[in-house]
């Protein structure tokens, strides 16, 4: 019975639900009077329940669709402008004990080379990563109780926080770790973590069963009740996802938002941030045989009935999608992107060495950071390497309170242009840099508050004297 205040991952994620609901969507998908009230109480950016966000997707209507990606870009620039945050991952170990099928660091794959980095392995990598302009790390790892424990995630972190490598330091480390307990949330919540990310890969229990044969990963339960132990342990900020092409992607659309609306029922917070990756090749996988993968144009609309769904949650999307489809939902949506990202472990520090066949992932966008950053610039956005709300300690309902209100934007915008000189002074290529410095006049401009105003500028000058780290 669904019940989204419930504790219990099969009563907020109720089966019967979603397939009433996807029988509701299918039998609305053209009723043009229902449609029109639904993006009509979107453009109020109040959100859609996970009914109406179902018809939206069901429906082909041409006319329904031009207005679903028109007031996604409205909402997108209403509440994130024209700034994109960027971040990196940073594998650690892929030693695994699961055997998700569809991911090349299952036990049963002896293809791969196993790695996990040392104390001394990670701080390499770190550097490399600040030398690239990165502050905001999300980290990765396979589940492996004996070769990557808690402990030794946590000393990772502390290290990964404790390098200043000339003018760089990650300010923001995001973990992506296997489904834990409330203790073990605790923990990283003491380490510092920003957002603990954890994708429910697919929210149909048997075909998550038959996904995820062996190992820990197998229980439905205890992983889909994972962000639920994670805000018990003081985590308040979660990232959810699926990983769509799994299943059928209508299920999974309604199982992502359901979840968001149960967090946001049981715990007053919902979602800090999605991440919508889609299926596609790796060593030992590939993609065609998933026939539920889905297309370009479908996954331009999942993104923007997503953002009017759910308008003050960030979007992530990763180097498994190439530069075009990037640039697509971007316009629609997405408000996070990874750039010049490695999905081996130890790929930035020693790529040269490193078996490709290792990589989690195969990446579709291999441009460096600097060419992303570039690029976005070039598209009109402005590239942002804010952390701020993590280190003032703006997180979980006061983060969304603020965003709720708008009162973020005016923060967001002046940290992006802070962040963006500090960029361009530490690492941007002589073109981006000159593209960077006219972003920045021209957005300084735009800053509605004359005393945030001042004080940006007399930052940027503080900046170019070589003074770190401005925020607000
Ligand atoms: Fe292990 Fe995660 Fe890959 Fe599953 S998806 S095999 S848990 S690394
Ligand atoms: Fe993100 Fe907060 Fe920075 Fe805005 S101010 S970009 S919400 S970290």
């Known amino acids: 019975m669904y019940n989204n205040k419930s504790m219990v991952a099969t009563e907020f994620i109720d089966d019967e639900e979603i397939k009433n609901t996807l029988k509701y969507a299918k039998e609305n998908a053209n009723n043009i009077e229902l449609i029109d009230a639904i993006l009509d109480k979107a453009k109020e950016a109040n959100g859609l329940t996970y009914k109406e966000a179902a018809i939206l997707l069901e429906s ?52 791969i080379a196993r790695k996990k980095l040392t104390q001394e392995e990670i701080k390499l990598e770190v550097m490399a990563l600040q030398d690239m302009g990165h502050k905001r790390l999300a980290l990765e790892t396979g589940e492996d109780p004996e070769n990557c424990p808690i402990e030794y995630v946590l000393e990772s972190i502390k290290t990964i926080y404790s390098i200043k490598h000339k003018n760089g330091d990650i300010r923001r480390v995001n973990v992506n770790i296997a489904a834990t307990t409330v203790e073990n949330y605790r923990k990283l919540k003491e380490a510092g973590i920003g957002t603990y990310i954890l994708f429910q890969e697919t929210y149909h229990k048997e075909t998550y069963e038959q996904l995820h044969p062996t ?58 941030t999605l991440s919508v990756p889609r299926i596609c090749d790796a060593d030992d996988i590939n993609a065609n045989e998933y026939s539920n993968a889905i297309s370009d144009e479908l996954f331009q609309k999942i993104v923007a009935i997503l953002r009017i769904a759910v308008p003050y949650t960030g979007i992530i999307v990763s180097t498994r999608e190439s530069e075009k489809t990037r640039e697509k939902v971007i316009k629609y949506g997405v408000s996070q992107v ?32 600097d060419e992303v950053v570039n690029w976005l610039l070039k598209l009109g956005y402005i590239p942002s390497f804010c952390t701020a709300c993590y280190s003032e300690g703006r997180t979980g309902d006061r983060f969304m309170r603020l965003v709720k209100s708008g009162q973020i934007a005016n ?56 003074k770190r780290n401005f925020r607000f």
Do not use: W
């Open 215 to 272: 190992g820990p990963k197998h229980n439905y339960a205890y992983h889909t009740e994972a962000m639920d132990r994670a805000m018990a342990g003081g985590i308040d900020d979660v990232g959810l996802g699926v990983l769509f092409g799994l299943n059928l992607y209508k299920y999974d659309f309604v199982g992502l938002l359901m979840h968001a609306e149960h967090l946001e029922a049981a715990n007053g917070v919902g979602p800090h």
């Open 60 to 111: 082909d209507l041409e006319y329904i669709k031009e207005r679903v990606f028109s007031l996604a870009e409205t909402l997108k620039k209403r509440f994130y402008g024209n700034r994109i945050v960027m971040f990196a991952p940073l594998y650690l170990s892929n030693y695994c004990v699961n055997g998700c099928v569809y991911c090349p660091y299952h036990h049963k794959n002896k293809r």
């Open 338 to 369: 990874s750039g010049g990202s490695r999905t081996t472990v130890g790929g930035y520090a020693e790529e040269e060495k490193i078996d490709e066949n290792s990589a989690q992932f195969e990446v579709s966008d291999h441009r460096t950071l």
């Open 411 to 466: 923060v967001c915008q002046a940290n992006s242009i802070m962040t963006l000189k500090e960029y361009s002074e530490d690492y941007a290529s002589e073109d981006t840099a000159i593209l960077a410095n006219d972003k920045i006049k021209s957005e300084i401009e735009l800053i509605p508050n004359i005393k945030v105003k001042e004080i940006v500028i007399e930052n940027l000058h503080s900046l170019d004297e070589g």
